[in-house]
């Protein structure tokens, strides 16, 4: 390799005592100098530099006459003669020739940064390979998608490459090849790249590969793709008032202009042209469902090309719901009525009646019912396009797929809110809801809460007791009392336009006697309930127990008082009597 020391070896066959060797260059002429000679004179070799020819670091000899090279160069390759002389012995030379190996630096390619086009009938330039500094003469190979390009040196429409070889002051080769192709649209996507092969010692070859490489074409439109993207349904739908893109894509190079149109009694009215292939339409209306189309405005292209495409835009559309009956419906109890529910739309919207299960507030005081619920769902963009809208937190009651509501022999449990909902199974997220309430108008409906005695047998004077009572009517019925203390009515668990009052009061002979009563009112009716305690034992016997142990107490306390009283009295008088005893 080149930089590496060589040493070339010339050894005498046979015993000599005594011989001349001597080493020449022969040049490419095959005239020999001398450069270095060595003679034997009994055990010792006298050597003796005659000429390096110029070259540095100079030949040697080391002590066995063999000519050394202490760093190959590219101008070494030569033939080196070694000529020996043993006298009677006669004359002997041998011939060796120096290859001087050098890899090439890395490969290098210079594409073609054009536009190419492949409507071109004869082989255009692609790209130059160049291989430097190697030794002996490297092989440059093509390649498109990792396959060889079999391209002859010869000029022709199809396909050649050109090769050029330069020797540079070093010594050393640089190689430098040109491909050319005739292009086709299916090198739109092709890879290439050039690869360099060079010899090393002992027959071994190596590879350096350049970058790959891509072309830009030019090639004509041959199909063209026009659709409707997103939010279309599966089904081709879009929604009155969703923005709407439509998008156009040809398949030729550079990317061509596209021009947006919509179909009108047979004449294109033209909407938009550019080099996206993109149109958006905003908050699309249910006037521009009809015939767009796309045009690719390529003059390249075939004269059978089809350059342009059509398709269909449906513009889905609900509008809101018609109710047969306002926003409150008042019926007698016992009636029937039937409501409808209009609606117009397309694709043709499917109806379907609710009514709200659950508690429900009650109507206000005075008679006047709480607001109904909104009639319509609304995006809240400006288009106001409707949305399917959750119905009252209450859960719903499916009543039927219809448009009519039949309604027959009402009562107070059919009063309630009643929804009719719109939607297109086609078509997700777009439906509308419109809603009644139903007060049913009645005398009131009274229900009473029993209460049984605390223990077995009959009520004791001075019992705890809860009277509940609970009305329904319309108008709200007024709950009262014939006994002072009765709570407001409020809504009773359970709903269903029940309001319900409690009292609480202490059980009494006069209660047992006379009862409580609760009454419910309306302008229709009045409705009333008695309570009864049936017998309520006294509590004198307990009393009497209680005020004779407080009189055995304070029995009891008197006498302590007077004995004690007593025993202090005797007790001073005998102190008395024993001073008067005394000397």
């Known amino acids: 390799m080149r930089g590496e020391p060589v ?83 006669g004359t002997a030379e ?20 054009g536009t190419l086009s492949v409507m071109e009938d004869i082989a255009q330039e692609i790209a130059t390979c160049n291989s430097r500094n190697g030794n ?122 596209y021009t947006f ?3 009108q009694d047979q004449e294109e009215d033209v909407l938009k042209t550019n080099l996206e292939g993109n149109l958006t339409l905003e908050g699309v209306q249910r006037s521009q469902s009809g015939t767009y189309g796309c045009r690719v405005e390529d003059y390249d292209a075939a004269e059978d090309a089809e350059l342009s495409k059509t398709l269909e835009l449906h513009v889905a559309y609900l509008d809101p719901l018609e109710l047969s009956t306002g926003e409150e419906l008042s019926l007698p109890l016992g009636n029937s009525t039937a409501v409808n529910c209009s609606v117009r739309g397309l694709p043709t919207p499917t109806l379907r009646w609710t009514k709200v299960r659950g508690k429900e507030a009650p109507p206000q005081r005075g008679g006047t019912p709480p607001p109904p619920p909104l009639p319509t769902c609304l995006s809240p963009s400006l288009t106001a396009r409707p949305l399917a809208c959750p119905l009252p937190t209450q859960d719903s ?47 009131p409906e009274l229900r009473a809460e029993e209460v049984q005695p605390k223990a077995e ?18 108008p709200e019925p007024k709950l009262s009392w014939s006994q002072l203390g009765g709570s407001p009515a409020e809504p009773a668990p359970g709903g ?53 142990a407080v009189a055995v107490s304070v029995g009891l306390l008197l006498l302590v008082v007077a004995a004690f009283y007593c025993m202090r009295r005797k007790g001073h008088r005998c102190c008395r009597q024993g001073e008067k005893g005394s000397p």
């Open 261 to 263: 149109f919509r179909l």
């Open 136 to 257: 002996p003469v490297p092989q440059i190979t093509w390649y498109r998608n990792g396959q060889r390009l079999e391209v002859p040196l010869e000029v022709n429409s199809e396909g050649y490459m050109t090769s050029r070889t330069v020797r540079e002051a070093s010594g050393l080769l640089s190689l430098t090849s040109t491909l050319y192709l005739r292009l086709r649209k299916a090198d739109r996507d092709a890879s290439f790249h050039c690869s360099v092969h060079y010899r090393l010692p002992t027959g071994r070859h190596g590879r350096l590969d350049s970058p790959a490489f891509r072309l830009t074409l030019h090639y004509p439109t041959e199909h063209v793709q026009f659709w409707l993207g997103s939010p279309s349904t599966t089904a081709g739908w879009v929604r009155e008032g969703d923005s709407v893109q439509l998008f156009c894509r040809g398949d030729g190079s550079p990317t061509p202009e």
């Open 397 to 443: 009651v499916p009543l039927g797929d219809d448009s009519t509501l039949s309604l027959r022999s009402i009562t107070f449990d059919s009063a309630g809110t009643y929804t009719c909902e719109a939607s297109m199974p086609t078509v997700p997220l777009l439906s509308r809801t419109r809603s009644f309430k139903l007060l049913v108008q009645g005398p």
């Open 496 to 548: 269903q336009g029940w309001v319900s009052s409690s009292l609480t009061l202490k059980v009494t002979s006069a209660l047992s006697r006379d009862g409580v009563s609760c009454e419910a009112s309306n302008p229709h009716g009045n409705d009333r309930h008695v309570f009864h305690f049936g017998t309520v034992a006294p509590q004198t016997s307990q009393a009497g127990v209680a005020v004779m």
């Open 94 to 113: 041998a011939t060796a020739r120096l290859n001087v190996f050098a890899k090439p630096e890395a490969t290098e390619v210079s594409p073609n940064k």
């Open 457 to 474: 047998g009959s009520w004791r004077e001075g019992d705890e007791v809860k009277l509940i009572c609970r009305t329904r009517g319309y």
């Open 7 to 89: 040493t070339l070896d010339c050894t005498p066959l046979g015993t000599h005592d005594h011989f001349v060797l001597e080493w020449f260059l022969a040049d490419r002429t095959g005239v020999r100098h001398r450069l270095a000679s060595a003679e034997l004179q009994g055990s010792e070799l006298q050597d003796k530099m005659h000429d390096s020819w110029g070259r540095s670091p100079p030949y040697q000899l080391d002590s066995q006459g063999r000519l050394v090279l202490a760093e190959a160069q590219v101008g070494d390759e030569r033939d080196y003669v070694c000529v020996v002389r043993a006298g009677a012995a």
